[in-house]
């Protein structure tokens, strides 16, 4: 069973000499007394035989990374009760995915991002081909990438730009014309040694 499976791997110890990225926020200086955001986000893996995650492209008219793709989350509200209410809530709000559908498998790595946020990522399963809306204001596309061609470290490309006048190293993964890279790929890059998929 998928849930099942993901939850051993994601509890297991890492593989001997696996390292797992801490974040890029090496390039962000932080004031004294300046805090990263706490921020989680929602990894749906697809309940089929060849399971796929759901990712969304964000629209271009967002003011923080327009265009880019994503997994749906934000920003953990006051409101919220926590990392996997707050991803749940974000998947409602992005793309109508209804919470009484998800499985939640547990957390996965926290990652730290340039732009100031703690990011804890929720694995979760999902039933396949739910109809999901994206939310006219924030989500241009939701789309399912398949589970063993992300996690294949074979297409986890390393790259670098200039940023900030810092030389900024970071992962990208491309398929179908989706180019997904910084943060959302990194986490994958995680997820990936973590759970040492195929297992």
Do not use: C, K
Request: aromatic fraction near 6%; proline fraction near 7%; charge should be negative.
């Amino acid at each position: 069973m998928l849930a099942d499976r993901l939850r051993r791997a994601l509890e297991a110890a890492l593989p001997q000499g696996t390292s797992l990225l801490a974040g890029d926020h090496v390039n962000l200086a932080l004031a004294a007394g300046d805090t990263l955001l706490a921020a989680a986000v929602l990894v749906p893996i697809t309940d089929r035989a060849n399971p796929g995650v759901i990712l969304t492209r964000r629209t271009n008219t967002m003011r923080r990374h327009p265009g880019q793709v994503a997994f749906p989350g934000g920003r953990i509200d006051p409101e919220d009760d926590g990392p996997v209410d707050a991803a749940l809530r974000e998947a409602e709000e992005e793309i109508a995915l209804p919470r009484r559908h998800v499985t939640i498998i547990g957390a996965a790595d926290r990652y730290r991002t340039v732009t100031g946020y703690d990011v804890t990522p929720i694995v979760a399963v999902v039933p396949p081909d739910l109809v999901l809306v994206p939310s006219e204001a924030e989500v241009a596309q939701v789309f399912e990438v398949p589970l063993d061609f992300i996690l294949d470290s074979a297409n986890h490309i390393r790259a670098s730009a200039e940023w900030q006048g810092q030389q900024r190293h970071y992962y990208e993964i491309n398929w179908d014309g989706h180019r997904i890279w910084g943060a959302t790929a990194a986490m994958i890059v995680n997820l990936s040694r973590r759970l040492q998929w195929p297992r």
